[in-house]
């Protein structure tokens, strides 16, 4: 799995994947779909994720 695959899959060239990636784009809600379609997982395991993600980002910011 490549950056450019999930951006063919969605309809979305390389570069426009990499605004999403450095948060000069937003994501819309069909491309998320799409998405999840592409890693075979429901939008509420991408949640999740992203939710534990953000946890252990927050953690190591305020230095635990």
Not at 27 to 52: A, G, R, Y
């Amino acid at each position: 799995m490549t950056q450019s695959s999930i951006a063919e899959h969605i309809g979305m060239t390389s570069a426009g994947w990499g605004k999403l990636e450095n948060g000069k784009a937003s994501l819309s809600v069909e491309n998320m779909m799409l998405v999840c379609s592409f890693l075979e997982i429901s939008p509420i395991q991408l949640f999740s994720e992203i939710d534990i993600l953000t946890k252990r980002i927050r953690k190591r910011r305020v230095g635990y």
